[in-house]
Each structure stands twice: as C-alpha cells, then as structure tokens.
C-alpha cells in the first residue's frame, strides 16, 4: 500500500508539473497490461486505472494484450505514438526476462520505453489443493524426488518470473516437477 501511495503522489506531482505546459491528459488514457486478465499485474493495473480516473479527471482503461511471455503487449505499447495516451503495466518478465532469453524481440527494452513509477511487487506463492498429499514444502520435495516428473506446476508461461523461481527451486532443491 505504501508503494501505491507513493505512485500516487508521484502521478499526481507529474500531472501537476505538466498541467503548467497543458493538461494532461487531454483524453482518454489507455494501459497496456501484457498478461491476463484477474493476473496480479492485471489488478494491480485496473487500481492504478480507477486512481488516476479519480485524481486527473480522464478515464484511465485497462487493455489486456497477453502472450508470449508479456511481449505481444508489450510490443504494443512500443509501436503506439508516443504522447504519454498509451502506458504499459509490466514488470521483470518484459523487461528484464525475455530481452535476457530472446536473441530478437520486437522491441527495445531499453530505448521504447521511458520507465515513470515502480508500482508494487508480486511475491512468488507457493500453495498446493486441499488433496495434495504433502501438507509442507519438505513434504513435497520429497515426494517429487520420489517420482520424477510426475508433480504439475503453474506458471503464466514460459520465461515468466513464476516459471523461472520454480526452475531455479527444482535445481536448489534436487527435484523434478512438470
């Protein structure tokens, strides 16, 4: 919360500055959010949305461009005109995750974007169903030494942060999951 308080008042510090030059903004406001929709960076997106609805007086919508790891969106985002109507809501994934997996993305992480606020952070959770045999994360190391391969996992795809902390947890813990 402190975080979003924090992006708030730095939102509103920019509004104002630029309010001296000309409002901003002078229509609608469109974030790109590169993942699906009810996905932490989803929510985290439609608040900031429905805040700076509120505080600047111009709706702020949500559009969510999933895929690839979150670069069709933000692809998007890199390609729309830049005059400050189109924001992006992304994190490590585009930015830092896949310019480091992919030889050619089609956009620059660097020279796209101009970064204006650190929203929050998403911790990584690790949670099983009700009928899970193992009841602790011993538990379930264990039981996926003793079958290899055979324990599914979750993870929004491919070279997202969720796939890859349980990549770097099966090498730290000497087990397989799926």
């Known amino acids: 919360m402190r975080l979003f308080r924090l992006f708030t008042a730095l939102a509103t510090a920019c509004a104002l500055t630029a309010a001296a030059a000309q409002p901003y903004p002078t229509r609608t406001v469109k974030i790109i959010v590169p993942f699906t929709a009810g996905s932490s960076t989803d929510i985290l997106g439609r608040v900031v949305a429905e805040h700076l609805t509120t505080t600047l007086g111009q709706p702020f919508i949500v559009e969510n461009k999933p895929g690839a790891g979150g670069s069709i969106g933000t692809e998007l985002a890199a390609k729309s005109a830049p005059d400050g ?17 992919e030889a ?8 796209d974007f101009e970064p204006i606020a650190n929203v929050g952070l998403t911790p990584q959770v690790f949670a099983v169903g009700p009928s899970a045999k193992f009841r602790n994360l011993k538990d379930f190391v264990a039981a996926a030494k003793a079958s290899p391969g055979t324990i599914d996992y979750g993870s929004l795809g491919k070279g997202t942060t969720g796939h890859l902390a349980m990549k770097y947890f099966q090498s730290a813990a000497g087990m397989k999951a799926d």
């Open 104 to 111: 050619k993305l089609p956009y620059d992480a660097v020279k």
């Open 85 to 101: 109507c189109t924001l992006i809501m992304a994190g490590s994934g585009p930015f830092g995750v896949n310019p480091a997996l």
